[in-house]
T-cell receptor, first 112, second 111 residues
């Protein structure tokens, strides 16, 4: 079983809509989470990080983290066609670990 | 922005062949990583290193060797390539784990 699981595998939302992506870890050693975005044919780039319980907002993007359940979610409001991409959740495995483990991703398509 | 350069960008080899993928970063980052990306699996960590001469095993190391010759250079070696190693390979570097910077990728095909 993958240590980092993402859902859904794919998501289609209309332009201007809200996209909600989920990520959970089954490994109790996980401490920090990141969200990376990968446009088609490009390399992944960090979108947001979250290290403590609660919520973090940057523009149209909001990330939530519940450390007790090892669950993070990414919400994109007023989705744009340019948001269409593969969204990858990543986690680090324990304090001092430099391993960054990725989930299999959610393919987001925003329809004009 | 941090620069990570991979070469070659595309490679075709035969089963049983010998392949070396190269990665150079010019940001004085301590950490370097090799990932493979396959549909349905996201990014899977093969090997990583925290400095010249250091090597750490990732989640999918079988069939791969790696070597960090300098602070800047990290190589991935496939000594007996198999079709299951056909994939998109990404090298990445970071100063700490707060942000990892990726190269543009090497597409390897083993026929």
């Amino acid at each position: 079983q993958q240590k980092v699981q993402q859902s859904p595998e794919s998501l289609i939302v209309p332009e201007g809509g809200m996209a909600s992506l989920n990520c959970t870890s089954s490994d109790r050693n996980v401490d920090y989470f990141w969200w990376y975005r990968q446009h088609s044919g490009k390399s992944p780039k960090m979108l947001m990080s979250i290290f403590s319980n609660g919520e973090k907002e940057e523009g149209r993007f909001t990330v939530h983290l519940n450390k007790a359940s090892l669950h993070t979610s990414l919400h994109i409001r007023d989705s744009q066609p340019s948001d269409s991409a593969l969204y990858l959740c990543a986690a680090s495995m324990g304090s001092g670990s430099w391993q960054l483990i990725f989930g299999s991703g959610t393919q987001l398509t925003v329809m004009p | 922005e941090a620069a990570v350069t991979q070469s070659p960008r595309n490679k075709v080899t035969v089963t049983g062949g010998n392949v070396t993928l190269s990665c150079r970063q010019t940001n004085s980052h301590n950490y370097m990583y090799w990932y493979r990306q396959d549909t349905g699996h996201g990014l899977r960590l093969i090997h990583y290193s925290y400095g010249a001469g250091n090597l750490q095993i990732g989640d999918v190391p079988d069939g791969y060797k790696a070597t960090r010759t300098t602070q800047e250079d990290f190589f991935l070696l496939l000594e007996l390539a198999s079709p299951s190693q056909t994939s998109l390979y990404f090298c990445a570097s970071s100063d700490d784990i707060t942000e990892v910077f990726f190269g543009k990728g090497t597409r390897l095909t083993v026929v």
